[in-house]
């Protein structure tokens, strides 16, 4: 592929109404690495999350245009892939995460569900390594 056409996906926009919380949540239950957290103005902050492993990151915030203007909660079925969802499922409920149950799919792809505390929507995914 030539390297006008080669592109990566790094930073996804997550939408939420309180940033602190958001930022605690993420941080603390999830183990996101926090990036960076920019006070850029009165009314434009920048907070950039990386999941513990992940080539791409999540950015919360206020007075970021059209991304601020999202309704929080709105985003639904990001996933967060892992080697071993039983393991990470219990590490995330011993930090306080409401996540559901393991449902096993055909071929052994493995999901389990749980919101921020604005309500998007986040999937655990195990998907076997013979697929």
Same mark, same amino acid.
């Not at 892939?81 to 996540?99: F, H, K, M, P, S």
């Given at each position: ?7 990566? #996906?790094? /930073?996804?926009?997550? &939408? ?13 239950? #999830? !183990?996101?690495?926090?990036? =960076? @957290? %920019? +006070?850029?103005?009165? %009314?434009?902050?920048?907070? +950039?999350?990386?999941? &513990? ?7 919360? !915030?206020?007075? #970021? ?5 999202m309704k929080s909660g709105t985003v639904k079925g990001l996933h967060l892939v892992v080697a071993d969802i039983? $393991?990470?499922? %219990? $590490? ?15 071929? @052994? ?5 749980? =919101?921020? &505390?604005? !309500?998007?929507?986040? /999937? #655990?995914q195990e998907i076997p390594p013979n697929l």
């Amino acid at each position: 592929m030539a390297a006008a056409s080669y592109m990566r #996906l790094e /930073l996804v926009p997550v &939408p939420v109404s309180d940033v602190d919380r958001a930022k605690t949540f993420y941080a603390d239950k #999830l !183990g996101f690495n926090v990036d =960076h @957290d %920019t +006070q850029a103005s009165d %009314t434009m902050r920048v907070v +950039q999350l990386t999941p &513990p492993g992940s080539a791409c990151s999540i950015v919360i !915030g206020t007075g #970021l245009g059209e991304i601020s203007d999202m309704k929080s909660g709105t985003v639904k079925g990001l996933h967060l892939v892992v080697a071993d969802i039983e $393991a990470t499922r %219990t $590490a995330l409920v011993e930090r306080g995460v409401e996540i559901g149950d393991i449902i096993v799919y055909p071929r @052994d792809v493995k999901f389990a569900r749980f =919101h921020d &505390p604005d !309500g998007n929507l986040w /999937l #655990l995914q195990e998907i076997p390594p013979n697929l």
